[in-house]
Each structure stands twice: as C-alpha cells, then as structure tokens.
C-alpha cells in the first residue's frame, strides 16, 4: 500500500544517513559520543621575551681578533634591551599566524603526576588571525586533567607524539615554547570544551647578530652569512621536571641578514637552546664596500645564555691597513721604496720629485729612474708584491680601478695641506705628478695625480674637475701606484 511504501522510504533514509554519519570518522560534531567532550582552544600568546640578564649570566664579554686578510673584528656580546619587553617582567604578545602547536592531555592534577600511564590522547592545532583551526580532534571523557602544549613556533606540521615517553625533543633553531595547564576539572558530557588563557613561555634562547662596517674605512654591508657552532644541537625537554636534557653533541646554525645595505645591519633572529658557561663559534662572510671575505671566525668562551632572554653579538669590523670600497681593499697610502719596499700610513703621503721612490714605470720592481720594455704584465716584476710579507699587496687591475672612477662621487679637497681628489668620501687619492717619459720631467705636482693598473694603457687619471680611466698610456711614463690589497 502506499502508506507501506512510505515508511519503507523513510527507513532506508535513516539508514542511510547513519552509515553516511557512521563514514565521517574525521567530522568533530558527528564523532563525539554522549560521555566525550571535544576540546577546542582559544588563540594562545605568548609572555614574550625579556632583555633582563639574570644573575650569574655571563655574555658581557668583548674579544678581538687580527684577520690574515687585513680585515678585523671586535666582538661584543649582551642582553638585547633593543627588543620589546615589559620592564622587569616580560609581556603577553601574540603568537605568529600559521604558527601549529601540540595538547597533549594527562588525567591528573599536576605535572609532577604526568605519566605515561595516564596519557589521555593529544590534538594539534593552528593558529589562523584570531582563531584557532584543529588538525587533529582531541576528545576526552569526563575528568580532571593537566595538558601540556607546546610549539617550535613554525608552521610545519609536529610529529606524531610517541605516548611511551613524557618529553619531547628540540634542537637549535626552533623557537621551542610551553605551556602547562594543571588541575582542569572537565564536567560537561556531550559537548565541547574550550581550553582558554593559553600563555606560551620561551624555552630556548633568542640571538641575533649587529654587523658593523668601519665608518671612514668601508662601504656599506650589502651582504652577510654566518654560521654558528653551538655545542649542543638537540636536547630533550622533560614534561615532569620542565626541563631540558642536553646531548653534548654539536652542531652548526646557519644566521642570516635581509638586503641588507648599511654600514650597521641586525641579522635575523636564530634560536638556540639554553647553554651554561660553553663556547659558541662563530663564522661569518660578509660583503663590505664591494668586497667579499669569508671565514671571519672568533670563539665566544663561556657564555651562559638563560631561557627566555634576548641576547645580540656586536661584530665590528675594522682595519689599520687601507679602505675597503669599489669591490677593493685599498692600501692606506701610496707604494714608494726607500732602501725597501713600503705604503705610505697616510692616504695623503708622498714625496715630491725624481728621486724620492715613489715614482714606477709599467710592471718594474725598481722606482726611478729604472724603466722596462715589458708590453704585457708579469705579476714577477708587480713592485706592490714586494712589500713585507710579499703578496700580501698587488698593484690594482683595470677593473678595479674603473668600479671607483664611474661608481662614486669624487671631489676635490685638502687633507693636512695636500690637494687632492677624495672618492665616496672615503679613499683620497693626492695630486702626486707624474715623470714624462718624453723629456724625463717631473710636474704636475699639485694639480694633477697619475695612478698605473696592471692594464698597459689605462691608468687612473685624476686632476682638478676630472677622474678618468685614460687610455693610449706611454707607459714609459713614471707614475704613482696605490696598491690593493692581495689576500
């Protein structure tokens, strides 16, 4: 009959919504029994960072180092109190967007009691603007629980939690945080349950690095890379005891700077586990006036860094032995040969006249009035190679010499008395004169300087309202040479 029909009808819906609702295991509100409870969470913060250095850390120490290369560094080592902090105490600050966090849910009252006997489960969630979307439900039944939460304070997904143990491992560079909520008291069947006030403490520490290019001496800082060696790579962090166990072995972190192009540039932040009076080394390649150096290395000796706490490292880099600009490591003053072979310690230095040694033909080891026929370089006849240690100077290349000529702003000044032309504000380059090789006089001292390269017939021209890369040189002309550094 049709009323049959009907109730036939209805009753293959039923059943076929309950083995629909029976299929969507992954569906929270479909899979929740009448005796479980789904917790949810609202946003976590964090209690953020403090630059408070606690007593008995140790990272006010400054050490000095000579580089082979010419280029020095100081290094310096302190509290960060450039990051945002409370004043003593630190302060309640949102967490990333995207960042995944773990909770993972204990029947007991306390950390002390956390067990793996009383393990309840764990979910895994993901904090999006202001709320939180879940990636793996948690359930739970009735009961007073402790949850622990944690995070590396990253977007990737946290492996799957092993519930034989009661720790968890980390490593340098994660931003490792916790959280524990003791003695929550879960009561309402057949519902959800929102876990609140979710306030995340730093675990590991927060490290950044200031680079700082000499000002008078160097250009800007257009890159840097640096690595760190720290002696323990990975730990274990105990929920119980809210402690880390360290595995003595060590590892490199890798530190980073964004475009940067100052004379002062901070590097990203790394994170790195809490040491206790241990050496971290330090390896950087910076990019300074141009010019790349790398394996700028020193050891910062029993450093303790504390949990929580912000710590940067200053590296100045300094020289006494020239400028660094135009891709270069220019010398401090000019080539010259007095019994032997020298750089003036000034940029403005130089002795007037034929005989004073500071006048070279093309590619000769000797000053005036020697002279030679080579029409092709010979780094054996270089005189810039002779200086004490030998190679450590080379004369300049075309290339060289043109990055300064077309590259920076050149003008014309007087430095204890000596006119000349100063470029990018920081190289001075003297109106020296010249030997003509034409009738063997010298002149133009004052109002004009001549520099040789390794090019036969370009060399640097300066004089009053010109800086050029002249060609078609007679290179049988005697002129001033300001070498480069060879290292």
């Known amino acids: 009959t049709l009323k049959r029909m009907k109730q036939t009808i209805r009753n293959i819906f039923y059943i076929a919504s309950a083995l629909y609702m029976m299929g969507c295991g992954k569906n929270e509100a479909e899979t929740i029994s009448e005796s479980s409870i789904l917790i949810e969470v609202e946003a976590p913060r964090t209690n953020g ?48 967007d995207g960042i995944i966090f773990r909770v993972i849910a204990y029947k007991c009252a306390s950390a002390s009691n956390i067990t793996t006997a009383n393990y309840a489960g764990y979910g895994d969630y993901k904090l999006s603007g202001t709320t939180v979307q879940a990636t793996k439900n948690l359930v739970l039944p009735i009961g007073t629980y402790t949850f622990v939460c944690y995070s590396y304070g990253n977007s990737t997904a946290i492996p799957a939690f092993n519930n034989s143990t009661t720790s968890v491992s980390a490593t340098n560079g994660q931003n490792f945080m916790t959280c524990v909520k003791p003695n929550i008291t879960i009561n309402i069947t057949g519902s959800k349950y929102t876990l609140s006030n979710i306030v995340f403490t730093h675990k590991c520490v927060q490290y950044r690095i200031l680079a700082k290019a000499q000002s008078g001496r160097m250009g800007n800082i257009t890159a840097c890379s640096g690595t760190l060696t720290l002696p323990n790579n990975s730990a274990t962090y105990s929920f119980t005891n809210d402690a880390f166990t360290t595995n003595k072995v060590a590892g490199n972190l890798n530190v980073s700077w964004n475009n940067s192009n100052a ?44 949990k929580n706490k912000t710590y940067y490292s200053t590296i100045s880099f300094t020289t006494t032995q020239g400028y660094i600009v135009g891709g270069a ?15 003036y310690p000034q940029m403005y230095t130089y002795t007037v006249g034929k005989t004073g040694g500071d006048f070279w033909d093309w590619n000769t080891t000797a ?44 003008s014309e000044t007087t430095i204890s008395g000596i006119k000349g032309l100063l470029c990018a504000g920081i190289i001075f380059f003297p109106y020296t004169g010249y030997i003509s090789a034409f009738d063997d ?47």
């Open 441 to 487: 006089s010298y002149g133009d001292n004052g109002s004009r300087g001549l520099y040789y390269t390794t090019h036969p017939s370009s060399y640097i021209n300066i004089q009053i309202d010109m800086n050029i890369m002249n060609g078609n040189n007679n290179i049988d002309n005697c002129m001033a040479i300001r070498c480069v550094r060879n290292l």
């Open 49 to 96: 960072w403090s630059s408070e250095e606690n007593v008995g850390t140790r990272c006010d120490q400054t050490i000095k180092e000579e580089g082979k290369d010419g280029l020095d560094i100081e290094v310096s080592t302190q509290p960060d109190s450039d990051t945002p902090t409370g004043q003593v105490t630190t302060r309640w600050t949102n967490l990333d």
């Open 329 to 343: 490591f220019w010398a401090n003053g000019n080539l010259y040969y007095k019994s032997s072979y020298g750089i």
């Open 367 to 410: 000053p005036y009035p020697t002279k030679t026929s080579r029409t092709t370089w010979d780094n054996n006849y270089d005189p810039c190679r002779k200086v004490s240690p030998a190679n450590t100077w080379r004369t300049p290349t075309y290339d060289e010499a043109s990055k300064l000529i077309n590259s920076y702003t050149w």
């Open 263 to 306: 004379m002062t540039a901070y590097s990203n932040y790394v994170y790195i586990l809490p040491v206790s009076s241990q050496n971290i080394t330090m390896s950087l390649n910076p990019t300074i006036g141009g010019k790349a150096f790398s394996g700028k290395s020193t050891t910062l000796s029993s450093l303790t860094f504390s």
